[in-house]
């Protein structure tokens, strides 16, 4: 897979660059804004999935029985203008990365909404309408390039974990079943405009390889590859994924995939992830990167760290050389993302280990 040419080799060479230059901004969370629009069912249908309506992919395209409300991807098909507003809020507010509205864009996580079958469309479309959105904010500033990260989120199930405590060797999911998933997905990334694939909040390796096996096969038929993104998610203070690794394990059995960056994103705030971050700082051979949530999430589950704690504490990781990329998870806003971006400008990039200190940290 790495010794492949790249499929857009003058925006990775200006990834590149840019890299070189300073602490790279991501956008925030996409979910947060989402809710903020109080989207009701038929918002989340559209007219294309609107009760009653067949829609012009065919009669069977949707069950009306279930629920739409929560399929926050599927608001790429129904809603394109809002995602695009969420994108271009992020652009304005100072991320040179956007994701894109994938992150339960695969069939297995389509399929508790009955719309397995538009998992390629979702990733499709979702890249497009970054891309458009990127292109239009470059166009207006050149000299800083924007960049679309297609997102493969982890699915909802687990290869590594029973989901029955009555039967630990039961799987509900499957190595090659994750692996056909992720390909879909990750064609439809590729197909409309991406600049990088990030696997993201990962709470099982085997999951994660899954992904980047399929990346790989996919790169290869295709002739061409993509900078690939890892991000892991500690789960809680115990400084482990959800499959038993710690930040340390977690580099050393991804590595092989040569990734652009490593690192951690979501279930903990910027605070408690710093001690896992410095740990992927001391021993990654590639860039690392962190877009934790706002802070621990309160009583009625919602985030209420201020942009302004956040931004000290991540300008704290950036100015003890622990970053090359930054940005927010959930509970994050335009306002947090502007802050942080504010608070990293003037700090140096991270320098990689050497490999002889990498190895003995």
């Not at 009701?40 to 395209?61: C, I, M, T, V, Y």
């Not at 009306?64 to 809603?79: F, I, V």
């Not at 996919?218 to 482990?240: C, N, Q």
């Amino acid at each position: 897979m790495n010794t492949l040419p790249w499929l857009h080799p003058e925006r990775v060479e200006r990834l590149h660059d840019a890299l070189q230059r300073r602490i790279l901004v991501l956008d925030g969370a996409m979910g947060t804004m989402l809710q903020s629009h109080q989207l009701d069912e038929s918002g989340f249908r559209g007219k294309r999935f609107a009760h009653g309506h067949d829609g012009q992919h065919g009669p069977h395209e949707h069950p009306g029985s279930c629920d739409l409300k929560g399929n926050n991807d599927l608001l790429t098909l129904t809603q394109p203008a809002i995602i695009r507003s969420v994108h271009r809020a992020y652009l304005e507010a100072g991320a040179d990365l956007v994701e894109t509205n994938t992150f339960n864009s695969t069939r297995i996580s389509q399929a508790d909404y009955h719309l397995a079958h538009l998992a390629g469309e979702l990733n499709r479309e979702g890249a497009r309408l970054a891309r458009s959105v990127c292109d239009a904010m470059q166009a207006d500033t050149p000299d800083r390039p924007r960049f679309v990260i297609g997102v493969l989120g982890p699915t909802s199930r687990t290869a590594s974990l029973s989901p029955d405590v009555n039967d630990p060797g039961f799987r509900n999911v499957s190595f090659s079943e994750l692996a056909s998933n992720y390909s879909e997905s990750a064609t439809g990334l590729i197909e409309g405009g991406a600049d990088l694939i990030m696997v993201e909040t990962i709470f099982d390796t085997l999951n994660a390889k899954a992904a980047l096996f399929a990346l790989s096969e996919l790169f290869r038929e295709r002739g061409g590859r993509l900078p690939l993104m890892i991000s892991g998610t500690i789960t809680d203070r115990s400084g482990r994924t959800l499959s038993g690794q710690t930040a340390e394990a977690f580099w050393y059995s991804l590595q092989h995939a040569r990734p652009l960056s490593i690192g951690l994103n979501c279930a903990l705030g910027a605070a408690e992830l710093r001690p896992h971050v410095q740990t992927l700082a001391n021993i990654a051979e590639c860039e690392v990167s962190t877009h934790p949530n706002a802070g621990l999430p309160n009583a009625f589950g919602e985030y209420d760290e201020t942009p302004e704690a956040m931004a000290s504490v991540l300008g704290e990781f950036a100015a003890s050389g622990l970053l090359n990329l930054v940005g927010g998870c959930c509970g994050t806003s335009p306002a947090h993302i502007k802050a942080i971006s504010e608070a990293v400008r003037d700090c140096p990039p991270r320098a990689r280990p050497a490999p002889d200190a990498a190895a003995a940290a």
